[in-house]
């Protein structure tokens, strides 16, 4: 595979967007403490949703300082209503939030019976604070059952919202009305483990199970306003880097065959991850299942974490204790069908995040004939991807004297977009204008020319 070249893109920044829902929201009179209830009044008022949603209680409006949290709140008030709407809510409810318990309480069912009660007469509803990212020490989220008030809040971290995607503040709200459920369900009792992402995991991804993170380490106390306030907290993995797995094994073999007609049989990709630095943590996004809303908070249960020591959401291949240090590489390999790319395993399109810098490597070839013919590619990451790039050689490149060693007989470009919404132009031959014009891709998505590049090809992308 020496001769294909390997072209990656990116773009500026432009958001996904998802349309609003016409949510008509109620006046909330009703306080989350269901000690209050009794004494409370509704009034049922048309309002404009962007400005009171009734799940979330923003203080002086601030879900409007932000069309991603205006967004997010009003989905994430869908999402969890009509999840507790369900005949079967309160088994499920159980199931996630049962604070230790084999079956329920007669207190835990007394407690349910009037949380799915204020649901379905829109009277539930928690208060959100935002709060700055070093209030909340960089937790995307937090929760406590006592805020400064004695009442329970949600925290939300202000820096965060100002640039995540309205589904990635959804989870995070998500994960912690979870918190507020559990802590209404089981106020002496916190379930074990994470049971806020549990919850966003089953609404958002279809899976309580997927990505769980450590176990207990999501509770935490903050310092707020010169007071001590015990949370549990949405906790980020900081990623610092990200790599597309370039070359989908379709791509790779039609190249394959270019070169060679005896090609056939299953690609044996490799990808190997070397660290560079102590205890690094690597989030391996399957693309098969979409990628995730934030590669920070992970949902999916196809999701790999690797390196946190938590052997129950992944252990790092080639590890015991699921440890990565400085150095370390680890080596994916396995036989990937191009026919049938839906089928999970490491192969091309998969979005590797990483909490420190580290070295991608992605190999290469087919069955038959084998490593006779194979190729390797170094992975650039997202932070150095290009948007204007002049290929150097083609197939119209001789070598010198004699001009017939066609060293570049064949040459091909594999683009892969690392942002949605890239629009791609290809001048495939250097001396005509763009033959190839906007080419729409998402992040992860891929376009090949097969073939035909000579020296000079341009590729630009917005
Ligand atoms: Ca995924
Ligand atoms: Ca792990
Ligand atoms: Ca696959
Ligand atoms: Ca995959």
């Excluded at 949510?23 to 008022?45: K, N």
């Excluded at 879900?63 to 999402?79: C, D, I, Y």
């Excluded at 349910?112 to 539930?124: H, K, M, P």
């Excluded at 394959?256 to 090609?263: E, G, L, M, P, Y």
Aim: glycine fraction near 10%; charged fraction near 15%; hydrophobic fraction near 40%.
């Amino acid at each position: 595979m020496q001769k294909t070249t390997v072209t990656q893109l990116s773009k500026k920044t432009k958001g996904l967007t998802r349309r609003a829902s016409g949510l008509m929201a109620l006046e909330q009179r009703f306080m989350f403490d269901g000690a209050a209830v009794a004494d409370a009044v509704s009034t049922l008022m048309p309002v404009d949703a962007a400005h009171d949603a009734g799940l979330f209680q923003f203080a002086n409006g601030a879900e409007n300082t932000v069309a991603a949290l205006s967004l997010a709140q009003q989905e994430a008030q869908r999402v969890v209503v009509d999840y507790l709407q369900r005949p079967d809510a309160l088994p499920q409810l159980f199931t996630l939030f049962g604070g230790g318990q084999s079956t329920p309480s007669g207190p835990w069912r007394q407690a349910a019976d009037e949380l799915l009660a204020q649901v379905r007469d829109n009277s539930l509803s928690v208060r959100v604070e935002l709060r700055s990212s070093s209030e909340l020490q960089g937790a995307l989220g937090a929760f406590a059952a006592h805020g400064l008030d004695g009442q329970p809040v949600i925290y939300l971290n202000a820096d965060y919202v100002q640039t995540a995607s309205s589904q990635a503040i959804e989870a995070v709200l998500i994960e912690e009305i979870g918190h507020a459920l559990d802590a209404r369900l089981n106020p002496d009792a916190d379930t074990p483990g994470d049971e806020g992402h549990a919850f966003a995991a089953l609404l958002l991804a279809g899976n309580a199970s997927g990505s769980t993170v450590p176990g207990d380490n999501d509770q935490i106390v903050l310092h707020l306003d010169g007071q001590m306030v015990a949370v549990e907290q949405s906790g980020p993995y900081n990623i610092a880097q990200v790599h597309f797995v370039p070359l989908p094994e379709g791509n790779l073999q039609t190249a394959q065959r270019a070169i060679s007609s005896n090609v056939s049989g299953n690609e044996n990709t490799v990808i190997a991850i070397t660290a560079t630095a102590n205890n690094t943590v690597i989030v391996y996004d399957q693309w098969e299942d979409g990628y995730e809303a934030d590669i920070n908070n992970p949902l999916q249960s196809p999701t790999q974490i690797w390196g946190d020591g938590d052997l129950t959401n992944g252990v790092a291949p080639g590890t015991a204790n699921d440890l990565i240090q400085a150095g370390q590489t680890i080596v994916l390999q396995n036989q990937v069908n191009p026919a049938s790319p839906l089928t999970v395993d490491y192969d091309g399109r998969d979005k590797i995040g990483t909490t420190q810098a580290v070295s991608v490597v992605r190999a290469g070839w087919s069955m038959t004939p084998g490593t006779v013919l194979a190729g390797a590619v170094s992975v650039i990451d997202t932070g150095n991807a290009g948007t204007d790039y002049l290929v150097p050689i083609g197939q119209d490149v001789e070598t010198v004297a004699t001009g017939t060693n066609k060293l570049f007989e064949y040459t091909s470009l594999h683009i892969i977009a690392t942002q949605d919404g890239t629009t791609v132009n290809i001048d495939t031959n250097g001396v005509s204008t763009f033959a190839l014009t906007n080419i729409a891709l998402n992040q992860g998505e891929t376009y090949c020319v097969n073939g035909g590049v000579m020296a000079g090809a341009h590729i630009t992308a917005n």
